[in-house]
C-alpha cells in the first residue's frame, strides 16, 4: 500500500506563490507517476501536474508557465510550485500516485486528503 499526505496550502494574493509538498510512505517502490490534481467548488477534478519516475511532466494549459513540478526520490517526495496565483486556482489541490508511467485519471488510484489553496483577488 502507498500513502500521501499533502501540506503547504493556505492563503495568497493574487500574483503570489505557494509550494505544496507532497511525502509518500508505504510500498514506494510501486509508485512511478505523482501527480496533483485540484477541485474548485462546483467543478470536476482536474489534472494539474504530473510526473512520472522517468522525469517526464504534464501540466494543463492553464498552468503552464506559472507552475512546476518536481520529484526528490531520495525523499519520496513531489513539489508543486505555484507562481504568479490568480483567484482562479483557488481550490482543494489533491498528492496522488499511480503505479504506471501514465497521466489518464483511472491510474492514479492512490490520493490524499488535500490541501486547500485560496487566492485573493
Known amino acids: 500500500q502507498v500513502q500521501v499526505v499533502e501540506s503547504g496550502g493556505g492563503l495568497v494574493q493574487a500574483g503570489g506563490s505557494l509550494r505544496l509538498s507532497c511525502a509518500a510512505s508505504g510500498s514506494i517502490f510501486r509508485i512511478n507517476t505523482m501527480g496533483w490534481y485540484r477541485q474548485a467548488p462546483g467543478k470536476q477534478r482536474e489534472l494539474v501536474a504530473a510526473a512520472t519516475s522517468g522525469g517526464r511532466t504534464y501540466y494543463a494549459e492553464s498552468v503552464k508557465g506559472r507552475f512546476t513540478i518536481s520529484r526528490d526520490n531520495a525523499k519520496n517526495s513531489v513539489y508543486l510550485h505555484m507562481d504568479s496565483l490568480k483567484p482562479e486556482d483557488t481550490a482543494v489541490y489533491y498528492c496522488?500516485?499511480?503505479?504506471?508511467?501514465?497521466?489518464?485519471?483511472?491510474?492514479?488510484?492512490?490520493w490524499g486528503q488535500g490541501t486547500q489553496v485560496t487566492v485573493s483577488s
Open positions: 496522488a500516485a499511480a503505479k504506471i508511467a501514465h497521466y489518464d485519471p483511472q491510474y492514479f488510484d492512490t
